[in-house]
């Protein structure tokens, strides 16, 4: 999948500025799903309205610039659901923990336990965060992909907890780790 498919994912459900878009693929509700850039949105929101599968209107404000609002064609949404029936890619993780934990042995134990805490404290706010999305009245679909992350972020925590002693271990002791910064 690509930004274009989540843009006409997000107007599949209604209308949004290119702005509201942006915040839904990066921030919001879609940015579980893909990559989405800020600088790769607006020109697939002007694609696609070259190519006839989203439309637009300007929308006077009071006080404010106009805004250009979007909304999918009968033929972007054919196409959206077309799209869902080719191969899916594999998923793409990163993490800048995984970085900090394959090079702990090279840093002090008390920053390892430090980030490790900090790390199963974000783990903690996600699972919450899933938590209370899963309680509201959502679309059983929604309410599939939300417990799909939970039980991910879950696993995650368990794992962390389960072995965050090992990763420490492997860490410098503060004098071996001052020493090293000499």
């Known amino acids: 999948m690509n930004v274009r498919t989540v843009c006409l994912a997000i107007l599949y459900e209604g209308e949004a500025t290119g702005y509201e878009i942006r915040k839904l693929s990066v921030e919001g509700d879609y940015a579980y799903f893909i990559d989405a850039s ?9 694609k696609l309205e070259a190519d006839g599968l989203v439309g637009s209107r300007v929308e006077q404000q009071e006080g404010k610039p106009a805004k250009k ?12 659901i077309a799209s869902l029936f080719e191969s899916l890619g594999e998923d793409e993780y990163r ?17 390892v336990e430090t980030r490790l805490k900090e790390r199963l404290a974000q783990i ?9 999305l899963a309680q509201k009245n959502i679309h059983p679909a929604d309410a599939w992909v939300i417990n799909y992350g939970q ?13 965050m ?10 004098a071996a780790a001052a020493h090293a910064a000499e």
């Open 38 to 46: 800020f600088g790769s949105i607006y020109p697939s929101l002007a």
């Open 69 to 80: 609002v979007y909304s999918i064609t009968e033929a972007g949404r054919r196409a959206f």
């Open 95 to 111: 993490s800048e923990f995984l970085l900090f934990a394959r090079f702990a042995s090279e840093l002090p134990a008390s920053l």
């Open 124 to 132: 903690e706010a996600s699972v919450a965060e899933l938590t209370s």
């Open 151 to 163: 039980s991910c972020m879950c696993a995650a925590r368990d794992y962390l907890r389960a072995h």
């Open 165 to 174: 002693g090992e990763l420490i271990a492997l860490a410098r002791q503060e």
